[in-house]
């Protein structure tokens, strides 16, 4: 039984900061329901990136095992960090919230 060779891990590109456009209360809602809307979409791609990527091991068409360990924990961490930025997020809302004015 001959095992394949490893193969060349894939570069993971950087998650880059979405732009936010200056303006009025409008703008910053819009700008924040765009960022937020964006943190989801990426969260949810790697997400399905690992599920893909394990269910072509499974079936073996030739995913080696050191992708799909790579793309679970990208999804975990991606997962994690947006839990996390909620989390403040939601404590940045409430602590507006108690400010009297």
């Not at 490893?6 to 993971?12: A, D, E, F, L």
């Not at 819009?30 to 937020?36: R, T």
């Not at 996390?84 to 404590?91: C, E, L, M, P």
């Amino acid at each position: 039984m001959t095992l394949p060779g490893i193969t060349s891990i894939p570069t993971v590109a950087p998650i880059t900061a979405p732009s936010i456009p200056s303006g009025g209360d409008t703008a910053g809602g819009e700008a924040f329901h765009a960022a937020f809307t964006d943190a989801v979409n990426k969260v949810e791609s790697f997400q399905n990136n690992a599920q893909a990527s394990v269910e072509r091991f499974l079936s073996g068409e030739g995913e080696e095992l050191h992708q799909v360990a790579l793309a679970s924990k990208q999804a975990e961490l991606s997962f994690d960090l947006f839990l996390q930025v909620r989390n403040k997020v939601v404590a940045a809302y409430e602590e507006v919230m108690r400010m009297q004015v």
